[in-house]
């Protein structure tokens, strides 16, 4: 039998224990009409101002009024979705304050009282549905802002999401983003999205690392899911402002690293590129920008980063360059007048950063399936001639072209590693080393000889296997291009050293643009090392031995490699002997 009078009905709500939202919801419409709910909606009002805070300790009191105020505000959305909601919002200029202080004991009952799972989840959901119902008030940007305890309330529920509930469920009732209300209220004034965003993080100076792995997990989630092509993409956006926020600060952009934000960011750029054209494109577009802003600014510090490579490889598998250029689409989509100045150089910078890893081989193989992707599915041809990201591409994918092809020459012929022997040939011909997998022989005795005689033995648990092939790939860059800038490097040494010998002198090769750079120095870091073997680049220069030096920035395998290198302990000022005209090493320096 359905209660007779408003207070009976909240009584019952409060003694009842419902699975979820829905169940509430349902009780609500069989039990209380309209017409009842119409004539006592400051009643509802009523008993949230009149109930009586309980003592956190009373764990059945607490638990009992948390299921009230839940009813309440059931009571309150089913009220706002029918004729009555002008009546209700009249109602809801006298009650903010108090429902305020509701969703902060809420709140804190989640965490001193021990809800389980369904009522945690319930006192979620209610007070999210609190703010939502908030949504048609004008000054609620301002409640949320000047109502000090509010919003780090509503981060530190997103952060438990994140951490504790996290999965939103795509069928039945499901856990809303604790933010997504906000995004609702603030939609089409971004500077207030932005700002209340920022105060947000102001109150959790603190927590802003536990803020950017919940960031990264909601986006994670999301993007796993395709989540964000359904009617709640939009909450994928407070993810990322609070991510693009973040990486302002230089300390937090190692931490993405670490978190390896630059995949799941590439994910989520890739589902936003596919979502459907009936999406406005202006808030897409602001979405994207934020993206790719964010990337931009963490792949800068990778080169500082001794994992770089691990990241960029886990960027080109999320699709990185096929998810960029696919979102260019939604800034063609903007009016005419506006398109230049909504077309960020950010994607373009960020294509340009990518060209220093064109080194490593094992990159290159990856990146030349990307190429192949885009060129099969045309998507480079959508890309309009004056966007600078068309250029940054041409100018990306010249480069990788001819890398892709310097390394099918390299992989082509090869040598054995033991330093007696000569023997080159197809790598079908050789057996690599077990340990590192980089070593290569032309039999099992000179395997043995450099492992008992050579320094093998030493290095090959030093030797990373990607390293061994990319020094051997970097050597063969510097190699190619060093006798086309022969006339110039004489004519800097004439200027520079006229009268100091070649053998005196050093040649470094800087490997991170789309050219290798050269230049004539005098000196080297102090960490300058030596191989012990020479190898030929080119006869000489002037009719003297050179000696030349190939600089890289820290990346995966660059301290092994020194350790490698270091092995040998030679004179970085080498009397050079005949036949040792010719010396590689690999420095880490910047200058």
């Known amino acids: 039998m359905a209660p ?27 039990n209380a009409p309209q017409e009842l709910l119409s004539r006592t909606i400051p009643g509802c009002f009523d008993v949230l101002t009149t109930l009586r ?17 839940l009813s309440a505000v059931v009571i309150l959305d089913q009220c706002g979705r029918s004729s009555t909601s002008p009546k209700l919002a009249a109602h809801f200029v006298h009650g903010w304050r108090d429902l305020h202080a509701w969703i902060t004991f809420l709140f804190e009952s989640i965490y001193h009282v021990g809800c389980d799972g369904v009522e945690k989840r319930l006192a979620m959901m209610a007070m999210m549905n609190i703010i939502q119902l908030y949504q048609s008030r004008e000054d609620l940007r301002s409640c949320l802002l000047s109502t000090p305890t509010l919003l780090p309330t509503i981060v530190r ?18 856990l809303p983003n604790a933010l997504s209300s906000l995004q609702d209220v603030l939609e089409g004034d971004a500077t207030g999205f932005r700002q209340v965003v920022e105060e947000m993080l102001l109150q959790l100076s603190g927590d802003r690392a536990t803020l950017c792995e919940v960031a990264l997990r909601h986006l994670q989630i999301s993007s796993a899911q395709d989540q964000i092509v359904d009617e709640n993409w939009r909450d994928t956006h407070l993810a990322i402002l609070c991510i693009r926020r973040l990486v302002d600060t230089q300390g937090y952009r190692t931490l993405m690293l670490e978190k390896h ?59 990185f360059f ?57 998507i480079e041809r959508l890309l309009r001639a004056e966007d600078p990201l068309l250029r940054a591409w041409l100018q990306f994918k010249e480069v990788a072209l001819e890398r892709i092809e310097l390394k099918k020459e390299v992989e082509k012929e090869c040598e054995c590693s033991n ?41 090959c648990k030093l030797i990373d296997r990607d390293t061994a092939r990319d020094t051997k790939f970097i050597h063969a860059m510097m190699k190619r291009g060093l006798p086309q800038v022969a006339d110039k490097l004489c004519a800097q040494k004439r200027a520079s050293f006229p009268d100091t010998p070649w053998s005196s002198l050093w040649i470094d090769c800087n490997c991170m643009g789309s050219e290798p750079e050269y230049r004539v120095q005098r000196h080297l870091t102090p960490a300058a090392v030596a191989l012990p073997r020479a190898e030929e680049i080119d006869h000489d220069i002037e009719g003297e031995p050179v000696k030349v030096a190939i ?26 002997d005949p036949g040792d005209e010719f010396v590689h090493r690999i420095d880490t320096h910047r200058d």
């Not at 956190?56 to 105020?69: A, K, W």
């Not at 529920?157 to 499901?174: K, M, P």
């Not at 080393?433 to 000889?449: K, M, N, T």
């Open 4 to 30: 007779k009078s408003f207070k009976a009905f909240m009584s019952a709500m409060g003694n009842n224990s419902f699975k979820d939202m829905d169940s509430m919801a349902r009780y609500v419409q069989r």
């Open 53 to 69: 805070l309980p003592s956190l300790l009373t764990t059945s009191e607490s638990l009992h009024t948390i299921r009230t105020v």
């Open 157 to 174: 529920l997103w952060i438990d999401q994140g951490l504790t509930v996290g999965v939103v469920e795509r069928s039945g009732s499901h």
């Open 261 to 319: 934000a630059v995949a799941t960011m590439t994910r989520t750029l890739a589902a936003f590129g596919v979502l459907p054209s009936s999406i406005d494109s202006a808030t897409v577009e602001g979405v994207i920008t934020c993206i790719v802003e964010s990337l931009y600014f963490i792949v800068e510090n990778l080169d500082m980063h001794t994992q770089s490579v691990v990241t960029v490889r886990e960027c080109l598998e999320a699709g």
């Open 322 to 378: 096929i998810a960029l250029l696919q979102c260019q689409q939604w800034f063609y989509r903007l009016p005419s007048a506006s398109l230049r100045n909504n077309i960020p150089d950010f994607q373009a910078f960020t294509v340009i950063k990518f060209i220093p890893y064109l080194r490593y081989p094992s990159l290159l193989t990856m990146i030349s399936r990307s190429i192949k992707k885009i060129d099969r599915h045309y």
């Open 419 to 459: 330093p007696e022997c000569t023997v080159k040939g197809p790598r079908k011909h050789f057996r690599e080393c077990a340990g590192c997998e980089g070593a290569l022989y032309c039999s099992r005795g000179c395997q043995s000889r450099d492992w008992k005689e050579g320094n093998h033995r030493s290095a």
């Open 551 to 576: 600089s890289t920035w820290h990346g995966n395998g660059m301290f092994r490699l020194m350790t490698m290198v270091g092995l040998a302990s030679i004179e970085a000022e080498l009397p050079l």
